[in-house]
């Protein structure tokens, strides 16, 4: 898989958020957030399983990204 390519795990709708868990070659399994307005939230946090991921990122928007 190129760098420049991801493979999208999953796709959530969570209190109005988006979840996107995601692979890259490069880092692992990692999630973004985008909130309702569109902006985009996340961390550069690697993880070694999608579910991993995907509990960090329900957690982020739980606690509002702290």
């Known amino acids: 898989m190129p ?3 991801l493979q999208i795990q999953s796709l959530s709708a969570i209190d109005g958020y988006i979840l996107l868990v995601f ?3 490069g ?3 990692q999630f973004r957030v985008i909130s ?5 939230f996340g961390s550069e946090k ?3 399983t ?3 991921a995907r509990e960090a ?10």
């Open 50 to 52: 999608p579910q991993a």
């Open 46 to 48: 690697i993880f070694y």
């Open 36 to 40: 309702p307005d569109g902006s985009v």
């Open 27 to 29: 880092k692992c399994w």
């Open 57 to 66: 990122g329900i957690s982020w928007i739980g606690g509002g990204g702290a």
């Open 23 to 25: 692979y890259t070659s």
């Open 3 to 5: 760098m420049n390519q």
